[in-house]
């Protein structure tokens, strides 16, 4: 029981992090957030913690529920979700912006962007969103349920230590330090994404 809630943690971990990129999401969020003092840059960075962590625990809960309502089958979810995450992470390779200049100029003129545009769709987005969904089909017991949020708490925690120590990261590492780092980080994830054909012929990611 343990084993398993713990190998549903490091697996739920393991598998959001290069989805959700919370490193990739540090330069976003100091550009949204340069007028505001450091106390209120973390406390922006607490909301957009727990704002991932609740987004995500509600498909968690609710995930196989909106498969059997919308008739999704997994082997479509897992192609779906294997070309989401290859068009996400070619967008990291290809450098390009993960938020649309409207999306960027709308977050810059608010004074809370925990929710939106951090939270989502920047972070928890259909690329997360459908990682989540997809581990709680092959769910069955209630340990598997607990693993998974765990990891995804150990995530928001991640998440909130990157933004928090982001400044630092952003002066080691410089724009175009970062944009190297994202670059790498895509090509994995686009090789991870690769579909491939099961042995009764389905696809799957």
Not at 169 to 194: C, H, S, T, W, Y
């Amino acid at each position: 029981m343990t084993s398993a809630i713990l190998n549903y943690a490091i697996g739920t971990l393991a598998a959001l992090f290069p989805i959700a990129n919370p490193i990739g999401a540090v330069p976003i969020f100091y550009s949204l957030t340069a007028t505001d003092s450091r106390q209120e840059r973390r406390k922006q960075a607490q909301r957009t913690a727990i704002s991932v962590i609740l987004i995500l625990a509600v498909f968690l809960v609710g995930g196989r529920a909106i498969l059997e309502f919308f008739g999704i089958s997994l082997d479509v979810l897992r192609i779906a979700g294997g070309l989401l995450v290859g068009h996400a992470a070619w967008e990291l390779v290809a450098s390009k912006p993960r938020l649309m200049d409207a999306e960027q100029k709308a977050g810059a003129e608010k004074e809370d962007v925990s929710f939106t545009p951090m939270a989502t769709p920047l972070i928890a987005g259909p690329g997360s969103i459908g990682v989540i969904i997809g581990l709680s089909t092959r769910m069955s017991q209630l340990g598997d349920y607990l693993g998974c949020a765990i990891g995804i708490v150990l995530f928001g925690i991640l998440l909130y230590v990157c933004l928090v120590l982001g400044e630092t990261l952003l002066l080691l590492l410089g724009r175009n330090g970062m944009g190297a780092l994202n670059r790498i980080l895509g090509f994995f994830i686009l090789a991870v994404a690769k579909p491939t054909v099961g042995n009764r012929g389905t696809i799957s990611c």
